[in-house]
């Protein structure tokens, strides 16, 4: 069964970085779109980034363009997210999930995503 496995996450004060990873059991994992989502305490599951499986297209939401990056290393089946200028609001659990589509449908769709992991936190103080 392929799992994902994120890491990175952990308490930082606001204006900090972080690369969160997230790391597939399956070589066939390069081949996937792979999307990012957070969820906050008290809040819905919400679309941060996503990649795509072929050329590597990349997904953002707005309140992340500009601060947050995703990228992949195939050669180590992982999906890296560079979180930067952390802001409380960024506070929350994120998630890694695998689209078996190389060309997403729609990236910022939950639904679409077939594989997910358990997460990773980020708390940010201010």
């Known amino acids: 069964q392929v799992q994902l496995v994120e890491s990175g996450g952990r308490l930082v004060q606001a204006g900090e970085s972080l690369r969160l990873s997230c790391e597939a059991s399956?070589?066939?994992?390069?081949?996937?779109?792979v999307g990012w989502f957070r969820q906050a305490p008290g809040k819905e599951r919400e679309f941060v980034a996503a990649?795509?499986?072929?050329?590597?297209?990349?997904f953002y939401a707005d309140s992340v363009k500009g601060r947050f990056t995703i990228s992949r290393d195939n050669a180590k089946n992982t999906v890296y997210l560079q979180v930067t200028s952390l802001r409380p609001e960024d506070t929350a659990v994120y998630t890694c999930?695998?689209?078996?589509?190389?060309?997403?449908?729609?990236?910022?769709?939950?639904?679409?995503?077939?594989?997910w992991g358990l997460g990773t936190r980020i708390t940010v103080s201010s």
């Open positions: 999930a695998g689209d078996r589509r190389a060309v997403p449908r729609r990236p910022d769709e939950p639904y679409d995503y077939d594989i």
């Open positions: 399956t070589g066939s994992f390069i081949v996937w779109t």
């Open positions: 990649i795509s499986g072929i050329g590597g297209r990349t």
